[in-house]
C-alpha cells in the first residue's frame, strides 16, 4: 500500500479502510498522517473516534506533533533532526 498518493483507478478506499481496522485492533491509538490536507485523519474518524489522529504538512505542524506525540505515556519517542 502506498500512502500519500493518489489511490489507484477503481480503488474505493476499502484496502485502506481494511488496513486502518487492523491496526486498531492490533492495538493502535494514534495514527499519523505526513503529507498536505487531511483525508486519512477524516477517513479514520469516520471508522474509529476513540483513536488518535495528527496531522503533519509542514514544520509548524511537525513541531506540534511531536510535542503531542512527546506527552503520550510509553516508550521515548524517537528524536528528530532538522
Do not use: H, W, Y
Request: net charge negative; with cysteine; proline share 9%.
Amino acid at each position: 500500500m502506498r500512502l500519500g498518493s493518489a489511490d489507484p483507478p477503481g480503488d474505493d478506499g476499502s484496502a485502506l479502510e481494511e488496513s486502518m481496522r487492523l491496526l486498531i485492533e492490533e492495538g493502535v491509538d494514534t495514527f499519523v498522517e505526513v503529507g498536505p490536507g487531511r483525508v486519512l485523519v477524516g477517513l479514520l474518524r469516520q471508522i474509529e473516534r476513540s483513536v488518535g489522529a495528527l496531522n503533519v504538512e509542514d514544520e509548524k505542524s511537525l513541531s506540534t506533533t511531536m510535542d503531542k506525540i512527546a506527552q503520550v505515556p510509553g516508550p521515548t519517542p524517537p528524536k528528530c533532526s532538522a
